[in-house]
């Protein structure tokens, strides 16, 4: 159930974004009196469907992209036999360069009106929730194993990075994603040091699976939900509860508490706990796991900024168009060996992680907004077969007076199609890789 899920929210996000757009080239098209022949969801065979103005309107059963088919145009479909005739007056290629550019242009702009709209519509309804960098100071970072490598330590508070305050405790880790030659500013046993982060550590960042292998802050915490039939639902445990102590081992960070518990995995341990201001001593037997059986609820301050529509339009433009400039500084470091393409790229099985195995309306619709601009962002990349490509080759139509022979665009759209397909099954190859 959880993989259907997962599966469902990534082919509905798809659908969404693809239809839109692929609706931008249709409305465009329209515009120009250019005849489009047929606008798909989905490819293979049709499954529904209906004519309106003599266009078809299909849905299919492959749920992983769609296409709309404009008469006179060479596309992947790689249909020619409107090339052995003079051109009609309502064909694509008898049309002017700037229209035919706005055409080839029209799903690039949809998909950015769309995260546009999508990043606005997010800021304005949740605002934004961030752990502030300054309250984690107080108690420092519980550091993983690429954070121990580069020489931080548990305890460690960090203060800046690359010389800089931040306002956003996650600030610290997506700054060294995109920027080269970074280095922490951290307070360790009350003396100021600075602790440098390799350019390969990237690398090795992007390849961890299931953990958080940099560092996390630490923070005071409360029990929040006891599951049933475990040692902390036996032993009396209690939202609300505050961990005091097990067995006189100070646990009031929720990073001191594992290891204390996994030193008595399958005894019986005391626990000392606050409720209502007043103390209490439970006794819990743990089992061969050595875990409670609670989900912790962070004490740390968080903050929440509500924004009004005029500022959430604002911030929501420049989030959207900041995804954009972040992929463009992610693809620098790849093209600079940083890290490889194999371990820092996704395809649709890396994507479909992303939504989870249960439905978050915030994490689905942030999705669905990133990928609108990466697909836009992608999409205008001067490759043949892609909009980009298109618009390369009418580009330099308007420049240079004279459009490309139609046997080079032939030619160099089944190049941009042997490249395509073949990012494609590497995407997906490497996806099935990284499972195992």
Known sequence: MDTFIMIAQLLVGLSILVGLHEMGHLLAAKMFGIRVEKFSIGFGPRIVGFTYKGTEYIIAPIFLGGYVKITGIIDESMDTDHLKKEPEPWEYRAKPAWQRLIVMMGGIIVNVITGIIVFICLTFYYGDTYTPAKATQKYGVTVGSIGKEIGLKDGDKILKVNGESV????????????????????????????????????????????????????????????????????????????????????????????????????????????????????????????????YPESLLEEKQVQYSLGASISLGTFKAFDVIYQQIKVFGRIFKNDASASKSLSGPIGIAKFFGTEWIAQRFWTLVGLLSMVLAFMNFLPIPALDGGHVMFITYEIISGRAPSERFLIIAQNIGMVLLLGLMAFAIINDVIKLF
């Open 167 to 294: 306002e956003k405790f996650s600030e610290f880790r997506s700054k060294i994603i995109t920027e080269r030659d970074c280095f922490y500013t951290i307070k360790r046993d009350g003396k100021e040091m600075t602790v440098k982060v390799p350019n390969s550590m990237l690398n090795k960042l992007v390849s961890m699976k299931g953990v958080n292998p940099l560092f996390s802050p630490r923070f005071p915490y409360e029990v929040n939900k006891v599951k049933k039939k475990t040692p902390a639902a036996k032993a009396g445990l209690k939202k609300g509860d505050k961990i005091l102590t097990v067995n006189d081992q100070t646990t009031l960070l929720f990073d001191q508490l594992s290891p204390v518990l996994k030193e008595n995995k399958g005894k019986e341990v005391r626990i000392q706990v606050e409720r209502n201001g007043e103390q209490k001593t439970l006794t819990a037997k743990l089992d061969s796991t050595g875990t409670l059986g609670f």
